[in-house]
Structure formats: C-alpha cells, structure tokens
C-alpha cells in the first residue's frame, strides 16, 4: 500500500537544461496537486490535475513550466531552460475524490537544485 | 485571491511549556486542516476540520475552527522535543488548499 511516490528525491540541473519530476499518487486516489516550496517558506500551490485534464494551473508560471497526468503513468512536472530561481523542493500530493477527511497525502519531494 | 496567515512564524518553547499557533483566513472557508512538517520531511496530514466552532483534540494537540470558519489555532501542551517541525494551516474553498507560511516550533531542553 505504497503513499505518494515521487522522484527523483534530488535533481541537479545546469542553467538551461530540463527538469522532470515525477509523481504517482496513492492508489485510489484520483486528483493530483503539485506545490513548490521555498527554503523556510510555506507551500505554494501550482497545478491541479485528474487523469488526462489538468482542472487548476492557476499558480503555474506561464513559460517553461508544465504539468501531465496521463491516462497510463505519473504525472509529470516540467520545467524547461531552469534558471536559479527554480531551486527549491517540488511536492505532489494526492487525494481521493471529495468528501474525504483525510486530507492530502504529501509524497517526499524532489529537492531541485539549479547551479 | 485566497490568503491564509499564519503567526507566529517562529516558536521558540520550553520544553514542558504550552503554546499556540493561529491561522487566518481571508475568506469563509470549507474546511481547515493542519499539516506537520519535521525538517528536510514532507508535510504528513494532522487533522480537518469542518464545522464552525469546531474543537478536536490528539493526545496533547487541540484544533479549534472558529464560529466563522475564517480562523483556526492549534494549541499543543507540555511541549515536548518530539514536536519540532513546522505546523501548517491550510484553508480549502471548494478543491483549492491554500496554505500558511507555518510556525516554526522548536524545543529548548
């Protein structure tokens, strides 16, 4: 009965490269969140996804980021040409449908050091 | 756009001492729910609450929602080291969870 599963945990890119991260959520659980925090800092949501449609991108910068949540597969969080501001620790939480009191269930994170 | 505050941002408590952490919410809210996060760790789901006025208690934790459901504390008693971290809300509107910025808790000796 694996939780949110994330990788990779750290990810070093040079300025300019591509970074993917990774997240499959908890089994039976059906929507997906990405939030990015900063060092001693709260979390900041960026995007809401159900399979296949991505419903709230709201927090999402509008160039070189992007999100997925594929029909077969994690969902995938994007971030083309990273620059230095995007270091910080990437976490994907997963919940089941509406209703639950169970909150969110946080995966580890991946740690994006850009240098 | 949705906010939610959280002060202090830093708790410095004796071990043994109680305190407490409030959260505000800048609009009327579903549910609250509260989040640990120990250092380098990811936050792990604490508690929701969802009716106004609402008052639940784990173990040395008490989780209080207000008549407005717009403000939310978390007390912890007799601290102990073991509760070091930083204690998030986060206010959800429909699927959207906001979070604090969290307090900082830790433990002197």
């Given amino acids: 009965n694996a939780g949110v599963m994330q990788n990779p945990r750290h990810l070093v890119r040079r300025r300019g490269q591509e970074a993917r991260l990774r997240c499959s959520p908890m089994k039976g659980h059906s929507h997906v969140y990405w939030y990015r925090q900063l060092p001693e800092e709260g979390l900041k949501f960026m995007v809401y996804l159900q399979k296949e449609n991505i419903i709230d991108e709201s927090g999402m910068p509008k ?15 994007r971030i083309q040409q990273v620059v230095r501001g995007d270091s910080a620790a990437y976490f994907c939480a997963s919940s089941p449908p509406a209703g639950s009191t169970n909150g969110y269930t946080f995966g580890s994170g991946t740690r994006l050091t850009v240098v | 756009g949705q906010q939610v505050m ?11 001492e109680d305190f407490t952490t409030y959260c505000n919410s800048s609009t009327t809210l579903s549910n609250i729910q509260w989040y640990k996060q120990r250092p380098g760790g990811h936050p792990v789901f ?5 009716k106004s006025g609402e008052v639940k208690k784990q173990k040395r934790l008490t989780f209080q929602f207000g008549e407005a459901k717009k403000n939310s504390s978390l007390h912890i ?4 080291t073991t509760d070091v971290g930083t204690y998030f809300c986060a206010g959800q509107v429909d699927y959207k969870l906001s979070f604090g910025a969290g307090t900082t808790v830790t433990v002197r000796a």
């Avoid at chain 1, 160039?63 to 969080?77: C, N, Q, V, Y």
């Fill in chain 2, 77 to 80: 008693t007799a601290t102990q």
């Fill in chain 2, 6 to 16: 959280q002060i202090p941002q830093y708790q410095h408590v004796q071990e043994g």
């Fill in chain 2, 46 to 50: 604490l508690i929701q609450l969802v």
């Fill in chain 1, 63 to 77: 160039e070189r980021f992007s999100a997925e949540f594929p029909k077969e597969g994690p969902s995938i969080l």
